[in-house]
């Protein structure tokens, strides 16, 4: 199936499913946090991905009960991506514009979770994961330390994972149920895993001016 016959799927799905499809999309991308090249330059780009991936983590597991908290924490979370972002170099360092292309992405994440019925948002979001997957790939191609990788479709990957993740959240609605979040987030923290490994093994100190 393609991205447009998932987004075919999207009008079926209440609210709260919406939420944590987007929601599983940051999980996927934003995972890399614990790279050690965040440190000493990039602290704060650590702080606000961790914070992305901890709060789309609580947004799939809270289900009906999601609590007005989130909303307060989406508000305030966007607020300091913007920061982070604004106060990024464009001409920086290549591991500081890899960083900032996924802050990017977690802010159309909490973009569309604070309004989750436009549904060319949450298309927009898918987008940007298969872009993101696309340029993975080819970042594993060419950079990795001695040409060892085991080349990863992470496009495949990506459109596998959002595929299963709107089926089981459609199935869990028409049940009259809350979804599985042990089954959504095991899938796509391992995703993430194949994923941040491309990024910490691809970009060098140089490449994080540690050197």
Not at 4 to 16: N, W
Not at 39 to 56: C, G, I, K, N, T
Not at 173 to 192: H, K, T, Y
Request: proline share 5%.
């Amino acid at each position: 199936m393609s991205l447009t016959d998932d987004m075919r799927q999207a009008p079926l799905l209440d609210t709260l499913a919406r939420q944590s499809a987007a929601a599983l999309v940051l999980v996927r991308y934003c995972n890399f946090h614990q790279d050690p090249k965040f440190s000493p330059w990039f602290e704060q780009h650590r702080e606000v991905l961790s914070r992305s991936v901890d709060l789309a983590t609580r947004i799939c597991r809270q289900g009906a009960e999601r609590s007005t908290e989130i909303v307060d924490d989406v508000t305030a979370l966007r607020g300091s991506l913007g920061e982070v972002i604004d106060g990024s170099d464009p001409d920086g360092p290549p591991f500081e514009t890899e960083v900032v292309d996924h802050l990017v992405l977690a802010t159309e994440v909490l973009d569309f979770v604070a309004a989750p019925d436009g549904l060319d948002e949450l298309q927009e979001v898918f987008e940007r994961a298969e872009e993101l997957a696309e340029a993975a790939r080819e970042l594993g191609e060419t950079d990795f330390p001695g040409g060892e990788w085991e080349v990863v479709d992470f496009v495949g990957l990506e459109s596998e994972a959002r595929q299963a993740d709107l089926a089981e959240l459609r199935s869990a609605q028409q049940d009259g149920r809350d979804p599985n979040p042990a089954n959504l987030l095991s899938r796509s923290e391992s995703f993430a895993r194949r994923y941040a490994e491309v990024i910490e093994r691809c970009y060098s100190d140089e490449d994080a001016g540690r050197s």
